[in-house]
């Protein structure tokens, strides 16, 4: 079992940045790929960057491929994603996401066994 807790969300500025955090619990975290998802008002929960159970090989949608840079520290059971030149079309409820294996690829919701609760950004003209 893994429980995942996302934070670092808030309100930015187009063209600004933040870091959101993803704290997991439990022993196994490095057997994970580990992703971001986010969901917008009325839209699909989307895929936006993955990260191998290694740190090796990381993975991004191409809205954000150059801005965001998904990270991990195995030692403190943590995923970051750093977002920079924010756009207004960034905002969403951004999701924390655990997928058993090498992983971190995946880019289908069905794929992920854990998820924490998300955590709002929002970013303003």
């Known amino acids: 079992q893994v429980q995942l807790v996302e934070s670092g969300g808030g309100l930015v500025q187009a063209g600004g940045s933040l870091r959101l955090s993803c704290a997991a619990s439990?022993?196994?975290?490095?057997?994970?790929?580990m992703a971001w998802f986010r969901q917008a008002p009325g839209k699909e929960r989307e895929f936006v960057a993955g990260?191998?159970?290694?740190?090796?090989?990381?993975f991004y949608a191409d809205s954000v491929k150059g801005r965001f840079t998904i990270s991990r520290d195995n030692a403190k059971n943590t995923v970051l994603l750093q977002m920079n030149s924010l756009k207004l079309e960034d905002t969403a409820v951004y999701y924390c996401?655990?997928?058993w294996g090498p992983g971190g690829h995946h880019t289908s919701t069905d794929e992920y066994d854990y998820w924490g609760q998300g955590t709002q950004v929002t970013v303003s003209s």
């Open positions: 996401a655990a997928d």
């Open positions: 439990g022993p196994t975290f490095s057997s994970y790929g």
């Open positions: 990260i191998s159970y290694g740190g090796d090989s990381t």
